[in-house]
């Protein structure tokens, strides 16, 4: 059984590491990443810790 990190919430249901019931994350901790040069908006962010549920 996973421990849910009640630090980190996610709503990302494809992702191996989300806890659907608790809506946490499963990680010790993660890592941030941005796609953009300059981000300026939370929609510039991502979670780069993220692996698709089938692959995990």
Known sequence: MKTVNDCI??????????D????HCTLESIQ???DAASP?????????S???RNQH
Do not use: D, N
């Not at 659907?20 to 809506?23: D, P």
């Not at 300026?40 to 780069?48: D, G, L, W, Y």
């Open 9 to 18: 919430c996610c709503s990302v249901r494809t992702c191996a590491y989300h």
């Open 20 to 23: 659907a019931l608790a809506q």
């Open 32 to 34: 941030v990443g941005c």
């Open 40 to 48: 300026k908006a939370s929609e510039h962010t991502e979670c780069a």
């Open 50 to 52: 993220f692996a698709p």
